[in-house]
């Protein structure tokens, strides 16, 4: 399995950006497709996004579209989300994942990052 971490959580304003990246570990990354999840207190967890092995391909939830972008670098072992235009409903934990192919089903994904705290005040 590969590791993660994320990175890039903090504290917005309505309106504003994060870019939230995620690191992995060893020489396997570009063999996983990608996907960012979210979790906001008392809720389950959310697709965001989802990435193809080689970036050539994207899927995002509709709730995201046209403001999240997910991309990757296979180079540095990196994937991230760009996230404009937030939302206070953006609030939660974001996680990345690793998985054999691109889902919106987070058990399709056997890899998790710990983790990293959204919030965005109204």
């Known amino acids: 399995q590969v590791q993660l971490v994320e990175s890039g959580g903090g504290l917005v304003q309505t309106g504003g950006s994060l870019r939230l990246s995620c690191a992995a570990s060893?020489?396997?990354?570009?063999?996983?497709?990608m996907g960012w999840f979210r979790q906001a207190p008392g809720k389950e967890r959310e697709f965001a996004a989802s990435?193809?092995?080689?970036?050539?391909?994207?899927y995002y939830a509709d709730s995201v579209k046209g403001r999240f972008t997910i991309y990757r670098d296979n180079a540095k072992n990196t994937v991230y989300l760009q996230m404009n235009s937030l939302k206070p409903e953006d609030t939660a934990v974001y996680y990345c994942?690793?998985?054999?192919?691109?889902?919106?089903?987070?058990?399709?994904?056997?890899?998790w990052g710990q983790g990293t705290q959204v919030t965005v005040s109204s």
């Open positions: 060893g020489r396997t990354f570009s063999t996983y497709a």
């Open positions: 990435i193809s092995r080689s970036g050539g391909s994207t």
């Open positions: 994942a690793a998985g054999r192919s691109m889902s919106i089903d987070w058990h399709d994904f056997g890899s």
